[in-house]
Nanobody
Framework: QVQLVESGGGLVQAGGSLRLACVASGGTFSSYPMGWFRRAPGKEREFVAA????????YYTDSVKGRFTISRDNAKNTVYLQMNSLKPEDAAVYYC?????????????????WGQGTQVTVSS
């Protein structure tokens, strides 16, 4: 069974930066497309970014394009989300997820394994 553990959340001021990391264990990391999702209070979990198995292809929701970057290091079983120019609207619990589906899904339903989430708070 694949296990995912996120880290790197915290409190930042608007305009600041934060890097989230997700470490995977219990599976073959390089065989899984990976994604980041977030859920703000009172809202549904939302797609943020996804990356293909080899890291060549990336996808982002419109609201984070140009500000967030997803990357992966298969040798370290880790996927990252670099978040720059953070806005108060970015505040949420961020979740890492792995998919057993072909391609690189961008919908929540196509992901099979989930981390516990890490809190990101943006002030001002």
């Amino acid at each position: 069974q694949v296990q995912l553990v996120e880290s790197g959340g915290g409190l930042v001021q608007a305009g600041g930066s934060l890097r989230l990391a997700c470490v995977a264990s219990g599976g073959t990391f390089s065989s899984y497309p990976m994604g980041w999702f977030r859920r703000a209070p009172g809202k549904e979990r939302e797609f943020v970014a996804a990356i293909s198995r080899g890291g060549v292809f990336t996808y982002y929701t419109d609201s984070v394009k140009g500000r967030f970057t997803i990357s992966r290091d298969n040798a370290k079983n880790t996927v990252y989300l670099q978040m720059n120019s953070l806005k108060p609207e970015d505040a949420a619990v961020y979740y890492c997820a792995a998919s057993s589906q072909p391609g690189t899904p961008v919908t929540l339903e196509r992901y099979d394994y989930w981390g516990q989430g890490t809190q990101v708070t943006v002030s001002s």
